[in-house]
């Protein structure tokens, strides 16, 4: 038997954080590849929404898919995510997991459509109905024991898979009523990332927080505030002077090869110093320091007009580059390196190129496909769905539609984009080329997954504060 010495020991972890890319350890890497499991929103750490296994769903086969539909006990306005073969009460499951807007988590068998478990946190009767909500969606431990989850009361949980009973739970804000959890959780070394951001209509007072928590223990460990960021702990909203820079992008934070965090904030104040309103940030892993930013040079008057930096998180192109869009229609192309440090960076994006539908709100997560040596960047708002790729460091526009849609997904050389107004519309990724339309209800930021031959997607908004709710699943014949 080889001996591993320390040197070789550290050799190896050094070497770890490479995999973290596009997945969320070195063994669910592997597993991702060979199964098909979407543990969080978009997939992989960087919420890139391009897995990298294949589906099973080609262009030539799309025809082929069947719909069954899942009554659930809550709307899901976010997206599902996948384990393949989990341990459900004693026996292997294919399952999809969601988390509705009052905080029910659901474990639905993926080849039948049956409720396996259902989870209910403990202030449901008090809060359902009501506009305080959640739409996040929960993220899978590397070892397929335990799911994490946000409820309305502010609080997140850790559930086993196995019957969805709860082991701990963790307030992230001191006052719910004024701070959401909308973006996706992320799981990384042992560490549960969360941000929260305001409500609809930026109802002060509240502060943008990323939180870092003990998987483990549920323990609190670090918090970073958007504003009064020289504050290391939750604090009243109120006892802060200033108020939103709401971090509230669909993918929450996004996470690089080295653990650290990046996040983009909605309007508020900034100053570079310890007020960080529309501004994209990069802290360490354990959230304990700022180490890059950016803001546009307009960073006022996105402030005065409310449009928000911060409406999706940073999509990570890779060669040093972030693509941020923002509420005004606008993506800005940043170099990594050039926003590093703590002082203040205000403009010096490398190129700023309009979304989809341009100055029209884009409050979607972007994908990023690595397709051999070419880098895609596909986005969808409310009036168009659009493709660039990455050349001399710049983004190149390559094709686009007016079609509306929420975050958009790409497998398997297909892109899948969910319409609120309702369907799934199908497309050849490099072409646009629409290959199908799948019918399904409306809804608000749902967006699909596509695993195992199978499509999961949510329907339903969570501003109807309904209680009740339908999952989507289509499926390949034998599926």
């Known amino acids: 038997m080889t001996k591993l010495t320390e040197g070789s020991v550290n050799l190896c972890l050094r070497f770890l954080p490479l995999f973290f890319l596009v997945a969320f350890t070195t063994m669910g890497a592997l597993a991702q590849r060979e199964t098909g499991d979407w543990p969080q929103f978009g997939w992989d750490l960087a919420s890139s929404s391009a897995p990298t296994y294949a589906t099973g769903i080609t262009a030539a086969n799309v025809d082929k898919l069947t719909r069954r539909q899942v009554t659930l006990d809550g709307t899901v ?16 499951h294919d399952v999809f997991f969601v988390t509705t807007t009052y905080g029910k988590t659901i474990a639905v068998d993926a080849a039948n459509g049956t409720i396996l478990w259902e989870y209910t946190p403990p202030k449901y009767d008090s809060l359902h109905g009501t506009t305080q909500i959640t739409n996040s969606s929960p993220v899978a431990d590397p070892d397929h024991e335990f799911l994490y989850t946000a409820a309305p009361d502010g609080t997140v949980q850790k559930l086993a898979i196995s019957d969805g009973h709860a082991l701990w739970a963790t307030a992230v804000t001191l006052m719910p009523l004024r701070e959401k959890i909308a973006g996706g959780l992320k799981e990384f070394h042992g560490h549960i990332i969360v941000v929260t951001g305001g409500y609809v209509g930026d109802r002060p007072p509240y502060q943008g927080h990323v939180v ?3 998987a483990k223990s549920g323990q609190l460990q670090h918090v970073w505030n958007s ?22 992008g669909r993918a929450g934070a996004v996470i690089d090869s080295s653990g650290n965090i990046f996040f983009a904030t909605g309007n508020g104040p900034y100053d570079g110093k310890t007020s960080w309103g529309d501004a994209v940030i990069e802290l360490n892993p354990d959230a304990t320091k700022i180490i890059g930013n950016y ?32 509420k005004d229609g606008v993506f800005w192309l940043i170099s990594i390196k050039a926003m590093a440090g703590s002082a203040s960076h205000m403009g010096g994006e490398l190129q700023t190129v309009p979304t989809p539908s341009a100055g029209r ?7 990023v496909w690595h397709h051999g040596a070419e880098t895609w960047l596909f986005a969808a708002d409310f009036g168009a769905t659009a493709a660039w790729m990455l050349k001399d460091g710049k983004l190149a526009p390559m094709w686009k539609n007016s079609n509306a849609g929420t975050s958009p997904v ?17 497309y050849e990724a490099v072409r646009g080329t629409q290959l199908a339309d ?20 949510p329907e339903g908004n969570a501003n109807t504060h309904s209680t009740t709710g339908v999952l989507d699943i289509w499926s390949l014949p034998g599926r």
């Open 212 to 214: 870092v928590l003990d």
């Open 410 to 426: 790409v497998a398997g050389g297909l892109l899948y984009v969910y319409d609120a107004a309702g369907g799934v519309r199908i």
């Open 295 to 326: 803001t546009p040079a307009n960073n006022a008057e996105l402030n005065r007009r409310d449009l928000d930096v911060g409406s999706t998180a940073p999509a990570m192109l890779g060669d040093d580059l972030i693509a941020q869009g923002g």
């Open 77 to 92: 306005d976010s997206a599902a995510i996948y384990l393949h073969g989990v341990t459900v009460k004693g026996a292997k």
């Open 361 to 367: 709100q884009f409050p979607t997560a972007p994908a």
């Open 438 to 457: 799948l019918p399904s209800g409306g809804g608000h930021w749902n967006s699909p997954i596509v695993v195992d031959g199978r499509i999961a997607l």
């Open 227 to 248: 504003l009064c960021s020289d504050r290391t702990a939750l604090y009243m909203p109120n006892t802060c002077p200033e108020s939103d820079s709401a971090i509230w």
